[in-house]
């Protein structure tokens, strides 16, 4: 994570996260941590938060008899704690969210796994029609414990150039 200390009064300092659209270089990979464990609370109550009424989920014995032999964990958990992971890191300065591409899912999550997750910088640029942004691309990997890639999704970020961030100019 990019941690700094902004001064907000005397002896009184504010953490702020994230990177600048400077902080970012083509190529960089940035590994990002804590990893999490998925319990099976988690992913219960995400499918059903989403309505997703797959057994294949929540259905134990369903589950049992697919070929995986076990629950499966929702994919769009996967995505969501993979890119939440990141976020403190790539996108905590972050304007807009400008989408996720091609996102693949390379290998079977199960309670019990531990995520871990990294970006690489694939691409960045000034924004041309706004002088204090830019739009970085970055590929996002989410991997488990004993390494093996489960997800992986290319995701591109409207970033604050330093001195245009919220938390550089509102007193919040």
Request: charged share 25%.
């Amino acid at each position: 994570m990019v941690a700094t200390a902004k001064p907000v009064g005397e002896r009184r300092f504010r953490e702020s996260y994230g990177r600048y659209l400077e902080d970012f270089a083509v190529g960089d990979v940035y590994e990002h941590r804590p990893g999490r464990t998925i319990t099976e609370t988690d992913n219960t109550w995400f499918t059903l938060l989403t309505m997703n009424q797959h057994p294949l989920h929540i259905d134990r014995e369903y589950a049992a008899q697919s070929e995986f032999g076990q629950v499966l964990v929702n994919s769009c958990l996967t995505l969501s704690l993979v890119t939440g992971m990141s976020v403190s890191d790539v996108s905590q300065k972050t304007i807009a969210n400008l989408g996720w591409n091609d996102v693949r899912l390379t290998g079977p999550v199960f309670v019990g796994d531990t995520l871990y997750a990294e970006s690489e910088v694939l691409e960045m640029r000034e924004s041309k029609s706004r002088p204090t942004q830019g739009i970085v691309s970055i590929r996002t990997r989410g991997l488990k414990q004993d390494g093996s890639e489960v997800i992986n999704f290319l995701r591109a970020m409207l970033i604050p150039k330093r001195g245009h961030a919220v938390d550089d100019l509102a007193d919040y």
